[in-house]
């Protein structure tokens, strides 16, 4: 082979080289995070956040503020991993939605009086995030049940906060008619948080939950209802059934309010992907298996 075909065959495969690389773009897209309201809300209310995320389609909201990490930490759990968060799924629109039922919170009592921030990034892409502020405001006397509705056999927590100085609250069940079915007693903070776990042990029904303490002006007072019990359902399947799907696909889904932790590939354990594509080789690598094969060209070739 001459010295001017070797030439040419090494100016054509670099010339492939340069066609096949694309040029490393950033990621395109945005971020945003919104609420409705006027800017202030009551420890315990329920705060409708939504917004746009036009890079991946899950969120990954965390709060910071007074008393908590400056990374954040789970919007439901105050006492969670530094830099975690919880998902929210975005919709095939690139619109989201999500509902943040405060009285749910781990570590409430961490909460003040005071402004905090949400961070709302993708999960994939942190570096691409919005945030917005809330002024949460501490109320003198609110309690909340979970479950409720509950079923027999339930543990029911009844957590909330009441004025400082309280040494005790004073919980009665009640049923519908005013009856006094149980009466407990919950020990309280010293900055008026309390927390109480009891048995659901009553028939189904409506009832009544009254907390209360002589320094008290009002007590307060909850409805509580017990659910009856499922009536079992037989399921009748045939076999070779032509129509319908008897092994029907179940799609994972992302609660709110578990928290996860991003790791280095920016790809979380459990979470399903909406969608999957092939990894692209590298640039350098493609360059550098081109110019392999063309030495090997060039020796195997020469005369």
């Known amino acids: 082979m001459s010295i001017m075909r070797r030439v040419f065959l090494v100016l054509v495969l670099l010339i492939a080289a340069i066609c ?25 209310d329920t ?21 908590l990490p400056a990374e954040g930490v789970p919007i439901y759990d105050l006492n969670g991993i530094p830099g975690a ?5 975005v919709n095939p629109d690139g619109t989201w939605k999500f ?25 994939n892409h942190p570096e691409i995030f919005s945030t917005t502020s809330v002024f949460m405001k501490k109320p003198e006397f609110f309690a909340n049940l979970t479950p409720n509705p509950a079923k027999f056999a ?8 009441a004025e400082r100085g309280l040494s005790y609250m004073r919980i009665d069940l009640t049923d519908i008619s005013g009856k006094t079915l149980r009466t407990y007693s919950s020990p309280v903070s010293s900055s008026g948080y309390f927390n109480y776990n009891f048995h659901v042990d009553m028939p189904p029904g409506q009832y009544y939950i009254t907390m209360s303490n002589p320094s008290l002006t009002s007590p307060l007072v909850k409805m509580f209802t017990v659910l009856p ?8 399947t045939t076999e070779g059934a ?3 799907n008897p092994t029907s696909s179940i799609t994972a889904g992302i609660s709110p309010s578990a928290a996860i932790t991003p790791n280095s590939t920016g790809v979380t354990a459990g979470t399903l992907q909406k969608s999957t594509s092939s990894i692209p080789l590298s640039p350098v690598t493609v360059l550098i298996g081109l110019l392999i094969t063309g030495v090997i060209a060039l020796v195997w070739k020469r005369p």
């Open 20 to 44: 096949i690389i694309q040029p490393v773009l950033g990621v395109n897209g945005t971020v945003s995070i919104a609420y409705r309201g006027s800017g202030g809300s009551y420890i315990g």
């Open 47 to 67: 705060i409708i956040f939504d917004g746009q995320n036009t890079v991946g389609n899950i969120i990954f909201l965390r709060i910071n503020g007074p008393g």
């Open 85 to 89: 968060g919880n998902p929210v799924e």
């Open 99 to 123: 509902a943040w039922y405060t009285s749910s919170i781990k570590g409430i009592e961490k909460m003040q009086t005071a402004r905090y921030t949400l961070t709302a990034t993708d999960l």
């Open 154 to 161: 339930d543990y029911v927590s009844l957590t909330g906060f």
């Open 229 to 236: 019990p499922k009536t079992p359902t037989t399921v009748m």
């Open 242 to 244: 032509s129509s319908g």
